[in-house]
């Protein structure tokens, strides 16, 4: 991506360049001491990269895979304990209003 700071032309790297169309406009930023570490002001990109999401969407799946395999197959211990709460009579409120 080029752009222009004063009299002198610049280029900034576009990490995700499928977000942008050739000759669409494009907010860039960039530091006024060093304008060559310029980058495009993107959600995708700039705040969140490709990789913090992928990494996310896998924490994600593998806690949902813990969670089904602990839910899914119960100790016959912990069948007991919840047929034994089942049958227990629901405690009386302290103060009826």
């Not at 942008?20 to 002001?41: C, F, L, M, N, W």
């Not at 895979?65 to 119960?74: K, L, Q």
């Not at 016959?76 to 409120?93: F, H, I, N, T, Y």
Request: cysteine-free; overall charge negative; aromatic content about 12%.
């Amino acid at each position: 991506m080029q752009f222009t700071v004063g009299d002198s032309t610049h280029y900034a790297s576009i990490p995700y360049s499928f977000l942008h169309k050739e000759g669409e406009s494009t907010q860039v930023i960039y530091e006024a001491s060093d304008p060559s570490k310029a980058q495009a002001y993107d959600v995708l990109g700039y705040w969140i990269s490709f990789g913090e999401v992928l990494g996310s969407l896998a924490i994600l799946l593998v806690l949902y895979f813990v969670a089904h395999s602990i839910t899914s197959n119960p100790t016959p211990v912990a069948l007991l304990e919840e047929q034994e709460g089942a049958r227990k009579k629901p405690r009386k409120p302290k103060y009826d209003l």
